[in-house]
């Protein structure tokens, strides 16, 4: 008798272990057979299958036998037929939910109910927890049956009955008590060595003991002084589950929390990395190489973010445990930045490129190249001013919000400032180059085959040859051998020059007293009104093709020719306005120019060969068929005059003796 009814108080009975993935076990229930094998297999539940060898039965008043089940691990693919189902139905099969480490996530859907059994001093209490789907729900004599196990009297059979009808899992009183002496529960508590953590382990009640309730584990502790961090739900989890004989952690003291140390968060680049961009094609651009970090006055370049002060803990007893507060770095700003008062954000003072060093950001509102500009630096766009030691390659492209200035020569290539564009050994452009400041001078050894724009002055050592020159100042070509040879040569001031044109009379346009931009600008709606005539005249030819149709056969003119025919017309009106409108801004432009053109004129100290064409604003243009010496042409009258050359600054009264070229000085420099 008392071997058998140990037996069946015994939690964990292992019979025989058959391979390393199956066992045979011995439980009150199937539930707790189950629970068992989980353990010993060190698997979930969910992942174990089962086969009953003994079904468990009642053999006398007092005892049972229990169940006898063999539990084997089952194949993980196996279980993923309720996950497959819903990965069908959510994701259209996409797999995404088909995961083994999901499953724990899936209620299953045949869940046998359950009850549980409380004797206390208050009396005999019984909660009922209903089936899922198939599951088996809970009988009246399994009930009965584990009140008479736990040799408690039996109550009426009537109240069992109706609790589980209504089976809301909460416990419900069915009779009073009558407890043994000596016979209830008992606990034992462990704590570890940094009083960290306690440790409950409960031994099963006795026939007719009375179980333990929170409170007791909650006065167990509390006689051990341990008055921090106690886990009241794992305590009640414990004793609804009845794990007996197992250490369970109910207490744990909170651990000291360093505080993070201080960071810097960076909002630019601090280190260069190629960036090759590729288009819709598949192409990789392996000139726009994005090496420089641009940033403008005012952006936020990067933040401190302070460090925390640590969080002090606790042990079982309350006894404080102190935290390290985060370590603090430094926050300094380097050139070019600005700091704000807190010392917390770092902010750019100018415009220019992102260099860190020495633990520092730094702007530099001037970006070196050393060498060329080739596909090792990339196209450059820069923020500041820009040093070119080398050339400019071939189909390069360079932009600065500053100034630009080139050691070597620039080729087949385009350059763009908003300052100065210095160019000490000149432009190879082969009629593709483009040079153009929006509020410099550009300052070359020599133009060749280029097309250049500035609203300042144009200063040029040797020769301007085949080349577009537009400059809102003046045009200065004045060293030794200086001419201008070929292309066109516009400029609000005046141009100055030794030569003008050659021996082999190539076609020379000089125009001087007007805005080059303001020519452009006209030039540019002149072309628009040009397109929009072009549209014109073909939607006039279409119209008189329809309207000719429909007089000709009006039976076969349908609603759709003559719906066509009305958009033609609405068309053409369109147009209309608009060249209109460019005819008025090439008007509003032509009088703007009349009333702000000065008084340009055009300088040239040694010959003006044949094939020179010179214009001042509007005036009947002067045309070279003889080699004229040494001259300054002049606007007396509305018609140009010349007279002997005579050098612009002793015209202007200024002294001769103290007189140095823009470009001399510059060489000399």
């Known amino acids: 008798m008392d071997k058998l009814k140990s037996l069946m108080f015994e939690q964990e009975t292992i019979m025989e272990k058959d391979e390393k993935e199956k066992v045979e076990v011995l439980g009150d229930s199937i539930d707790e057979c189950l629970k068992l094998a989980s353990k010993h297999l060190n698997k979930p539940v969910y992942d174990l299958e089962y086969e009953v060898l003994q079904r468990g039965r009642t053999k006398y008043y007092f005892f049972k036998e229990p169940f006898h089940l063999r539990v084997f691990y089952a194949n993980p693919e196996d279980n993923l037929d309720d996950l497959k189902a819903l990965d069908d139905k959510l994701t259209g099969g996409s797999g995404k939910l088909n995961s083994k480490d999901l499953k724990e996530f899936i209620t299953p859907k045949d869940v046998d109910g359950y009850f549980r059994v409380k004797y206390y001093r208050q009396g005999l209490y019984i909660s009922c927890h209903k089936p899922l789907g198939d ?9 009965m049956k584990k009140i008479s196990i736990r040799g408690i009297a039996l109550p009426p059979e009537e109240k069992v009955k109706q609790i589980i009808e209504i089976c809301k899992g909460d416990y419900v009183r069915v009779a009073d008590s009558k407890l043994k002496p000596f016979a209830e529960a008992t606990c034992k508590v462990d704590i570890n060595p940094e009083k960290m953590k306690a440790f409950i382990v409960i031994t099963p009640p006795k026939a007719a003991g009375r179980d333990f309730e929170v409170k007791d584990i909650v006065f167990e502790l509390k006689k051990e002084d341990i008055v921090f961090g106690i886990k009241e739900d794992e305590i009640k989890r414990m004793l609804d589950n009845e794990l007996y004989n197992e250490p369970i952690l109910v207490a744990q003291g909170e651990l000291p929390q360093k505080g993070a140390d201080a960071r810097i968060v960076y909002h630019v680049r601090i280190e260069r990395e190629l960036r090759l961009k590729e288009d819709e094609s598949g192409k990789i651009d392996f000139k726009n190489l994005d090496l420089i970090e641009n940033v403008v ?83 450059i766009t820069f923020l500041g001013s820009i ?38 050994q000149g432009i190879t452009g082969r009629d593709e180059a483009k040079i153009i400041s929006s509020n410099g001078n550009i300052i070359a050894k020599f133009i060749q085959d280029a097309n250049v724009t500035t609203d300042k002055d144009v200063i040029v050592q040797e020769v301007i040859m085949n080349s577009t020159v537009n400059a809102g100042g003046s045009i200065v070509c004045n060293g030794k051998k200086a001419y201008i040879v070929g292309g066109i040569a516009r400029a609000g001031k005046m141009v100055l020059a030794k030569n003008l044109g050659s021996k082999s009379t190539p076609a020379t346009e000089i125009t001087v007293g007007l805005s080059p931009k303001l020519l452009r600008q006209v030039e540019e709606y002149l072309e628009k009104k040009n397109e929009a005539q072009t549209k014109l005249d073909s939607l006039y030819k279409t119209l008189k093709t329809l309207k000719a149709r429909k007089e000709a056969d009006p039976a076969s003119f349908t609603e759709e020719h003559q719906n066509h025919m009305n958009k033609l017309e609405g068309g053409m009106k369109k147009l209309e306005k608009r060249m209109m409108d460019y005819d008025k801004e090439i008007q509003g432009l032509q009088t703007y120019m009349e009333q702000t053109s000065q008084q340009g004129k055009v300088y040239c100290e040694k010959k003006i060969y044949p094939g020179v ?32 050359f005579v050098d612009p600054e002793t015209e202007a009264g200024g002294d001769p003796k103290k007189k140095k070229g823009p470009a001399k000085a510059e060489k000399e420099e």
């Open 613 to 644: 064409t010179i214009t001042i604003k509007n005036a009947e243009p002067f045309i070279c068929k003889n080699e004229v010496q040494s001259k300054v042409f002049f606007l007396e009258n509305d018609r140009i005059k010349q007279k002997p």
């Open 297 to 379: 006055v005012g952006q936020l370049l990067a933040e401190k973010i302070p460090a925390e002060k640590g969080k002090w803990g606790r042990d079982l007893y309350n006894n404080p445990l102190e935290a390290k507060d985060g370590m603090d770095i430094p926050f300094l700003a380097g050139k070019g930045t600005i700091l704000s008062e807190d010392k917390t954000k770092l902010t750019a003072e100018v415009n220019g490129q992102v260099i860190f060093a020495d633990g520092k950001v730094n702007v530099e509102t001037v970006y070196k190249v050393a060498g060329d500009v080739n596909m090792k630096t990339g196209n």
């Open 135 to 143: 599951g088996k729900p809970v009988k009246v004599e399994d009930v």
């Open 387 to 424: 040093v070119v030691t080398g050339s400019v390659e071939d189909n390069f492209h360079i932009k600065a919000s500053g100034n630009i200035e080139i050691y070597g020569t620039v080729q087949k290539a385009t350059v763009e400032a908003d300052g100065d564009i210095v160019i000490r």
